[in-house]
Nanobody, 123 residues
Framework: VQLAESGGGSVQYGGSLRLSCAAS????????MSWYRQAPGKERELVAA????????NYADSMKGRFTISRDNAKNTVYLQMNSLKPEDTAVYYC?????????????????WGQGTQVTVSS
């Protein structure tokens, strides 16, 4: 399983960025995908999630109305469009997938993460 994020960078307050996460090593279209972020000195937090077919999305309250998660199953890629960026959005952004596997007859899940991409928003 490989998840490769790209698209991070430095922007000013109110700017926009589009992050991409290219996935491989699993059946991309069968799994929900998520974006997380981790700011310095803080715990990793969920940013947004999208179902396998893209029909349903979920956002953390502070991102609603500013961020949009989407996916292209033909390209095995999930995106995060970030608008109206604020300095508090500065963090490393990670792509995540939870894959199912059999563990003694039960369905267990294992988390996979990309290497992360840095987003820095200046005031």
């Amino acid at each position: 399983v490989q998840l490769a994020e790209s698209g991070g960078g430095s922007v000013q307050y109110g700017g926009s960025l589009r992050l991409s996460c290219a996935a491989s090593g699993f059946t991309f279209s069968s799994y929900a995908m998520s974006w997380y972020r981790q700011a310095p000195g803080k715990e990793r937090e969920l940013v947004a999630a999208i179902t396998s077919a893209g029909g349903s999305t979920n956002y953390a309250d502070s991102m609603k109305g500013r961020f949009t998660i989407s996916r292209d199953n033909a390209k095995n890629t999930v995106y995060l469009q970030m608008n109206s960026l604020k300095p508090e959005d500065t963090a490393v952004y990670y792509c995540n997938v939870q894959l199912d596997y059999d563990c003694s007859g039960y369905v267990c899940q294992s988390d996979y993460w990309g290497q992360g991409t840095q987003v820095t928003v200046s005031s």
